[in-house]
Structure formats: structure tokens, C-alpha cells
């Protein structure tokens, strides 16, 4: 039995760290330091800052065939006015400038920023997430900082269900990590820590 759980614990491992069934070696860090002080827009806030999003969508491109990094991708929508006053995206903006296209997309739990988050909205969330990777789609889901005073979110990619867990590469650092480890508490369900999930598939 003990041979089993060791077997176990180090399949996680080598997925984790992407010794094996690495599918996608590309993942960019918001934080690199080649474009982290770049402002997403004029007099607004950094990739560092606030470019979780636009630096998992720049992953999702380069991966799909259609190579851009944080900063060109800002630069292509910069050019195309696609940021909004406050450095937002619509969600379907990679649609402009690569074949990807909005696959599913599911609110888990309403906007409550700064207050104890509502209850899920959807109990599916894990199951829509799971076959969505299983079609092949590239997963992002957008999570909370649950020990920070105002509930700041990020979001990350979702690679692979492992059963106990997703493993994800995360924009903040360009590392691989789980889940719920990282941006969980023990036994924390999968709903509870995402507020949303939206996937792209190839047009």
C-alpha cells in the first residue's frame, strides 16, 4: 500500500513539474521582467500589475500556433482599442487576432468583491472544466485570493484534472502548481475557489 501512495505522489510530481505528459511548455509570467512595468494602458496599471489575463491569453495563442507574448499581444490590442479605460478585456478579444474562438463560459459564483463570496451558483463547475480539457480546449478560470482582505482575483490556466486536483500554469510567476494548494484551503471544493471558467477551441 505504501508503494501504491509513493507511485502516487510522484506521478503528481513529475506532472507538476512537467517531466511528463507536458503538453504545453509554453507559459508566460505577467512578472517577467521584459515587460512587467509596461503599463496595459495609458496612465493605468502594469502587466505585473494587473496582467494576469492578458499573459494567459498570450499562453493559449503561442500554444494554439499564433506566437505572442504578453507584451506584443498589448501592443496588438492596444492598437486595435480593445483595452477598456481601467486596462479591461472582453473575454472573446483573442477572437480578433487568432483562430480561438469562446468555447464554454460559466459564472460559478456571483461578483461579491470585498464580502464573503455567495454560494456557487454552479455545482458543475469541476465537470465543465474536466470535459472541456478533454475536448482539447484551452481552460482559464478565475480565482480568488482567499486570504487577501478584498478578495483580489486572478486568473490561471487550467492543464490537466489529476483527481485530486487541477493542475494549472499560473501567470503570476509562469509556474506550474495545484490548484487547490495554492489558492485553497484543505478540502476547499472546486466551486469555491472559482468564480469563473471560460474556455477557447480552434474555430
Known amino acids: 500500500m505504501k508503494k501504491l501512495w ?6 503528481a510530481f513529475l506532472y507538476q513539474s512537467g517531466a511528463i505528459g507536458d503538453t504545453y511548455p509554453i507559459v508566460y509570467s505577467q512578472n517577467d521582467p521584459r515587460w512587467r512595468d509596461t503599463p496595459i494602458v495609458s496612465k493605468g496599471e502594469t502587466i505585473g500589475q494587473q496582467g494576469c489575463f492578458l499573459a494567459a491569453l498570450a499562453t493559449i495563442a503561442t500554444r494554439g500556433g499564433v506566437h505572442f507574448t504578453p507584451l506584443t499581444l498589448q501592443k ?3 492598437t486595435r482599442g ?25 459564472l460559478t459564483q456571483k461578483e461579491n468583491l470585498g ?8 455545482t458543475e463547475g469541476r465537470k465543465i472544466a474536466s470535459t472541456a480539457l478533454l475536448r482539447g480546449e484551452h481552460v482559464l478560470a478565475r480565482v480568488s485570493y482567499r486570504d487577501s482582505p478584498d478578495y483580489r482575483q486572478h486568473w490561471v490556466i487550467l492543464e490537466r484534472d489529476v483527481g485530486y486536483d487541477f493542475l494549472i500554469a499560473d501567470p503570476v510567476d509562469g509556474e506550474r502548481a495545484f490548484l487547490e494548494r495554492r489558492y485553497g484551503k484543505r478540502w476547499d471544493p472546486f466551486e469555491k ?11
Open 6 to 11: 509513493l507511485l502516487f505522489f510522484c506521478t
Open 115 to 122: 464580502r464573503q463570496p455567495h454560494p456557487p451558483l454552479s
Open 82 to 106: 480593445e483595452f477598456g479605460y481601467n486596462g479591461g478585456l472582453a473575454l472573446n478579444a483573442i477572437e480578433l487576432v487568432t483562430p480561438l474562438r469562446v468555447g464554454v463560459h460559466v
Open 76 to 78: 496588438e490590442f492596444s
Open 193 to 203: 475557489l472559482v468564480y469563473e471558467i471560460i474556455s477557447y477551441t480552434k474555430n
